[in-house]
């Protein structure tokens, strides 16, 4: 079985990725003076050492997976989103607002759905803002989705010290969520990370079993012979920027309907940013992002512990994050796929050369 | 007005240190966003060597070679592993915010103390120049190289030889190669020196425009210094006047929440991305990128 080997052979080494990375923080954690051991145990316990740790890991777990899913659906079609952080903060802000502002007082029935539906729809204005500078004004999607997570983070901020401040007006946070605004929860479990799951595999067969996912994988391998093939790359860019977009605004949304019950400053740390290591390190695969998530979730689950129980800052995360991204990008392309895409452009140049 | 400019030329100063170092690398075909990163580390590098050593002048220096390092590090996955030039960007920026914090708390326990800076030096017989003296001829040795180094690099690009070729591995890196001229080490040079610019734009910031170190501090300059390039055109004169541009932008800011108007400060701090949003809107279509910039460059086997 070919493919099975190959399947194997990706697990394989998103496995030597994580255990590269984890060997270099032991390592860089001795040469600061910290003991890596004690370290490194604190961080199991706190990730899956009990079942409440398992929670923690989950609901972490859980962001990291919807954003993550964008990322992924935006790097296959070759569109560099970089700014899932600010979709999901927009996310976040609308749902809040939506919750404690415009419909405070409406049922469950009503208030619920549209608190999800006004998270996903403000991550996907925010990633669409970014996939209509390029399509109509050329600017590189890198630079705006970065700016746009700057200018959310302010956004946010503004919020929270004005219109969404909560009536006590103590803190820069907004009111809590009217009960009927909250998710259903099963113990700490609520419902977005059912929803999260399924969307996964709602990404796989949207980008393996339809029309549009086959447009979008043929941008992404061969953008000039996708073209020459009557696609637009930039239609393209803006249809998954959007859709990214809203997986990351979903996100946000659960944020503060499952977790927080409230928006305030600095309500995601930065899960945004992880979640391009949480997709590379998935090989942009829609379904292996699942564990990818849970690995990422962990990791910051059992970095809290391991600050408080064994005085490693949690910044440390962010360096496993880097080498995880550096050697999963650089060791887990598989050659095959890339020089196909490359021959396929050629052939489209060369055609469009004799033409 | 004076205060205003004079601000504005030392706000800028900075974003032209990693602009241009950004402008080297993109001429030869490579998008660095670890500029971000790169600058973080410059910052905390020239710091923590500034602080143990009591010479701003020293932490400079190692900063310098710390933002190299970086570079070479980028060009390791980026030009000899040939992984995407995005990724490694993105993983660089997540590595030195990582590792300067952790770095920062390791180091520092409790209060991060104060460190040597470089002051401003009026320059001679210029520095005594009614208004002009103060705006342009009184500022921190950053401010000088800055402005110096544009200089520089402006003619090295254009009337150099070795810049001709820097610039033809970026426009057509295949028929670079045919001539003769290797496109890796070129590229490899040409991140060395341009991240090793982006150090010291982050040692302006840690030992002349404060004299500490805070986490994050460069707080997106690294990716305003991408959008500067893209705004100056890839020459280094337009680089000079987009700096310049933002770094007005910025002076105009501080004013403005100085004086106390009455915007809530979150506008404020928002401002800088808008303009350079709304700037990139107007001009990225109109600008011309080099035509292998983002290519990565494989050598076809014969």
Known sequence: MKLGDERLNDVARALFAIVLALVAVAGALAMLGFAPGPALSALARGSIGSSAALTATVLKSTPLLLTGLGVALCFRCGVWNIGAEGQLLVGALCATAVATRLLPDAPAIVLLPAVIAAGALGGFVVGAVAGALRASRGVSEVISTILLNFIAIQLVALAVHGPLQEVAGAYPKSDPFPAAALLPTIGRWHLGIGIAALLAVATQGLLFRTAVGFRMRAVGLAPRAARFAGISPERIALFTLGLGGALAGLAGAFEVAGVTGQLYEGISPGHGYTAIAVALLAKLHPLAVIPSALFFGALEAGAGAMQREAGVPATVTQVVQGIAILVSATYAVSAGRRHGGAAADAAADAVEERA | ?302
């Open chain 2, 1 to 302: 007005m004076e205060a205003l400019l004079e601000a504005a030329v030392r706000l800028a100063a900075p974003l032209l240190l990693a602009a241009l170092g950004e402008l080297i690398v993109e001429r030869a075909g490579v998008v660095n966003i670890g500029v971000e990163g790169t600058m973080l580390t410059g910052a905390f590098v020239g710091f923590a060597v500034g602080v143990a050593s009591d010479s701003a002048g020293l932490g400079v220096v190692a900063a310098a070679f710390a933002g190299c390092a970086v570079g070479a590090l980028f060009a390791f996955f980026a030009i000899a592993r040939g992984t995407d030039q995005i990724v490694v960007g993105m993983a660089v920026n997540l590595l030195a915010v990582g590792a300067t914090g952790l770095a920062a708390r390791a180091l520092y326990v409790g209060a991060t103390p104060s460190g040597p800076t470089l002051s401003s030096a009026a320059l001679p017989f210029v520095g005594g120049l009614p208004f002009l003296g103060p705006v342009l001829f009184a500022h921190t040795p950053f401010v000088y190289a800055a402005f110096g180094l544009a200089l520089v690099i402006g003619f090295a690009l254009t009337r150099t030889r070795p810049g001709l070729r820097l610039r033809a591995v970026g426009e057509v890196a295949r028929a670079a190669d045919a001539e003769g001229v290797p496109v890796a080490r070129v590229r490899l040079v040409a991140l060395v020196l341009g991240s090793g610019l982006a150090g010291i734009a982050g040692a302006a910031l840690t030992l002349a425009q404060s004299d500490t170190f805070t986490e994050g501090m460069t707080a997106g300059r690294g990716f305003i210094a991408l959008a500067v390039v893209i705004f100056g055109r890839w020459s280094a004169r337009g680089v000079v006047l987009a700096a310049l541009f933002f770094g007005l932008a910025n002076a105009l800011q501080f004013r403005a929440q100085a004086r106390g108007l009455e915007l809530p400060y979150p506008l404020f701090l928002m401002f800088p991305y808008v303009v350079t949003l709304t700037v990139l809107a107007f001009v990225a279509a109109r600008a011309r990128a080099p035509a292998d910039l983002g290519n990565p460059y494989h050598r076809e086997r014969s």
